[in-house]
């Protein structure tokens, strides 16, 4: 389809055409038409698609939704821009950014899921089994796919499946799968991208090396990620999910240190970590725990030295169907930890129905509207060093009512990182990744939603005054000095990526980290 973008948008959205067409000088200097196969989506129908984000806290108005059939339709919105003074582009996935990160304003935004189905190919070279699987697919229909015809799974993983494989590279990907195979950056061995100069260029370790590990964890900033290899292994049949609780933060974290660090034979297969509420609280306290309704938490169980909060341990171990030595791995495992006897849940469950568990939790926020509320979410790797004191301040003091929504804490291992791409972490050889998955309930009032925000900037405001070796993870800054505290000495690396593959700060601009240049 031959379009020309609106070089405007009408004042009243309702009168917007839903693709826009216009004679001769357009947008900011985009003279030529943006000859694209797929479809073009201006004014309304373009903020209805992109206006807005999972964390609902910003509202921008693209110029254009670019709904792209292949990468040669990216590449060509990417050159329409580089031909304006002005015009900026951004890939949108499934649209789960918290603060506008794949959103802009009046800009181009690329719209990652009509390329969804362009590729699907399992494969096999010496080092294993991969599938080639676009930039815009869902990772819980690549699960699917993988495991119903193939019987074979991506080896690393989010806790939510409806992201899409290149929003979730982009930033690195965590789940507890991480502290064996790494993020998702580490378990994809070759990428598609359009960079920022509108090339479209194949990259691995060994091609392209310096683009490969620019985007990956590189925030959108130096190319559109439009074909991911992924490394698979056999998927088992059932897992053993298993939630311990703990009174103690340091019991909990000596436990969770322990299990990431054994060797793969004999740990878990999957570990992670949350804080709760010590009380009834149906939202942040007891009855968060249990994994089965008829499951009871007995709060006679635990020590009369409790504080206001407490700690759960969630682990889980893959099995086949026809293994009778689960229950003995399992017991051989529980038995070295620390937890309060009688806290102890667990249930059997298939593998796709493991890796989706969140997608209940999702339709109840559906159905009692906190899906479509803000979500001021603050997410962060905390090092081992300092984790203490992040509990005893962030934990126990200022969210010790809870968040409205998950508090997780868990440990990841340093050394299934990959130092040559994008994202940066704290030092040491284990750290803590830490989320506050704040839902804002139907009837909440803007003041409520302030006051989060402001309590999530409070904690990052502590950590920088305190002196807490600590990253960002989904990142956030306003200010470009903020944005080189958080690179560290990696900010210049950063910039010469940026240099290399985006000289006109072309792409992702609601990172705010560079200004297009004119």
Partial sequence: MIAYI????????????????????????????????????????????????????????????????????????????????????????????????????????????????????????????????????????????????????????????????????????????????????SNVTELDVVTGNGDVVTCSEMENSELFFSVLGGLGQFGIITRARVLLQPAPDMVRWIRIVYAEFDEFTRDAEWLVSQKDESSSDYVEGFVFVNGDDPVNGWPTVPLHPDHDFDPTRLPQSSGSVLYCLELALHYRDSDSTVNKRVERLIGRLRFIKGLRFEVDLPYVDFLLRVNQSEEIAKVNGTWETPHPWLNLFVSKRDIGEFDRTVFKELAKNGVGGPMLVYPLLRSRWDDRTSVVIPEGEIFYIVALLRFVPMCAKASSVEKMVAQNQEIVQWCVRKGIDFKLYLPHYKSQEEWIRHFGNRWSRFVDRKTMFDPMAILSPGQKIFNRAP
């Fill in 6 to 185: 609106e070089p405007y948008f009408l004042d009243n959205d309702s009168d917007a055409a839903s693709v826009a067409t216009v004679t001769g000088q357009s947008f900011d200097g985009v003279s030529e038409s943006l000859d694209i196969q797929g479809e073009i989506l201006c004014g309304g129908a373009a903020a209805d698609i992109s206006g807005k984000d999972f964390g609902g806290m910003n509202c921008v108005k693209p110029l254009a939704v670019v709904r792209p059939v292949g990468p040669e339709d990216i590449a060509g919105a990417v050159r329409a821009a580089l031909r304006s003074d002005k015009l900026t582009v951004a890939a949108r996935g499934n649209g789960h950014s918290i603060n506008g990160q794949a959103m802009a304003e009046e800009g181009l935004v690329v719209d990652m899921r009509s390329t969804a189905e362009n590729h699907f190919e399992v494969g096999s070279l010496p080092g294993g089994a991969f599938v080639d699987v676009s930039g815009g697919a869902l990772w819980e229909n690549v699960l699917k796919r993988c495991v119903l015809e193939y019987g074979l799974a991506p080896r690393s993983w989010t806790d939510y499946l409806g992201l899409t494989v290149g929003g979730t590279l982009s930033n690195a990907g965590v789940s507890g799968q991480a502290f064996r195979y790494g993020p998702q950056t």
